[in-house]
């Protein structure tokens, strides 16, 4: 229990900086959205999400697996010579992929254009985040090499607070001084080529870039070619209904639909804050044979993801149109129907915990692929019979029933092949508890308040108090909580006996 407890304290000290980054990183993308939103109409935010998406695409193909390859290999060594080594083949490698991917839909953007858009504006943003794809890559593998390294406070300067403030600062000065659509271009190609910089120097740091290497091309190409085709199925995940949207649809309604669909995302923000290290610990820790260890933090951080996360699920389900309408104006409230469902397949997410992050950990990577093309080719094909006739609602469906199926897939795999499950007696009770005490206190409320800017945080945080308070006399604590609250008693420096009283 003790090496539990110290591997848990790290994580959590790792957590707290990095979920501060996530929130800082996830609002900014929030806000960034909700400037295009009130400063363009919902059609030309509907064609910023397109293009968005596309390069999105481009930039995570480009990566070919290597952004989960090389933390795992980096973590591994200890000699300069091979964590550079890793670095930079998996640099050079993703680099002329990326190179190949920009030139491959430079040349076809008449095309994609023709295709998806609706409007002349659409074609110079798409032009502009073409051309950021190459420096989108050589960003990501730089945050990679560092998460190897199990730095959090370098990727917390850089792509967590740096990279959203200069997209923003970017975005409103240049929208203010005039520009249209492509002003959004702009501020990503400038921001993302100044942080990749930032990024490098501060790696220096750690790695000297420049000296003798051992790239283990091999080991590393062997381990990430299966997540080449992973993580591009992820990625098409996430936007197949953005770009099946533009086909059959209108912009005006993509751009509804992506009214709802990155605060439904928001629900990630308490698994990504556990993420970051997670991945280089539990390969350390199977590497070392400790796979107990990864069973007990693969539970115990899948039951406060689900603590934690369940309020704004609360909130997002009850109240999404006061939500919408709260973020983005009354002229995107069509997409409530849309948040709630989407919300409930976002939300398995959190349920279910870092699922797919463990398989990869324990080199199971031809099985996540195996999950992933079966969500995929689940999804296109509701997307394909949804969306003509429903439109974002049938988007949505098809989206969160995706990620329902994903996860369930996900940890029967994890269960089957590494007797690894979240299920515990005091998991189970608060899998049971939040739902049972806080939907009936939310529905009934509902019917007497109207959320606004002003009563959504002390609604959350009331929820989240009577949710965890439940939590505790229901018997959802166990004794590795107790490092948990030896943390947080630490953090704010006073002591909670009560609570302590009732960790087992």
Known sequence: MATSENHLSKLLSSSVLIVVGVIVASVGRLIERIIVAHWFSPQLYGEMTIALAIMTIGATVSLVGLNDGIPRFVSRYDDDRDVRGVWLFGLGFSLAVSVLVSLVLYLNIDRITAALFETSAATDLLRLFILTIPITTGLTVGVSALRGMENTRYKLYTKDFLYPC????????????GLDLASIGYAYLVATLCTVVVVYFLSNRLVRLVGPVRTHTRELLTYSAPLIVTMVLSILLTRMDTIMLAQFRTSNEVGVYNAAYPLANSLLMVISSFGYLYLPLTSRLDADGERDEVTSIYRITTKWIYVLTFP??????????DTLSIFFGSGYTGGGIALAILSIGFFTSAAAGRNRTTLAALGHTK??????????????????????????????????????????????????KCDITPFASSTNRTYVTLPFVLFPVALGASHWLTLTLVTLPVFLVCTGLLGLVAVVLAGGLQPEDGALIEFVEGALGIEMPTIERYVP
């Not at 093309?373 to 995706?402: E, R």
């Open 166 to 177: 200069l997209r923003i600062l970017l975005l409103v000065a240049l929208v203010a001084g």
């Open 312 to 321: 704004a699920f609360l909130v997002f389900t009850v109240f999404p149109d």
């Open 367 to 416: 099985a996540i692929l195996g999950v992933d093309i079966l969500t995929l080719a689940l999804n296109f094909v509701a997307n394909l019979l949804l969306i003509p006739t429903y439109g974002i609602v049938g988007a949505a469906v098809a989206s969160s029933g995706a990620y329902v199926v994903r996860n369930i897939a996900l940890n029967l795999v994890l269960w089957s």
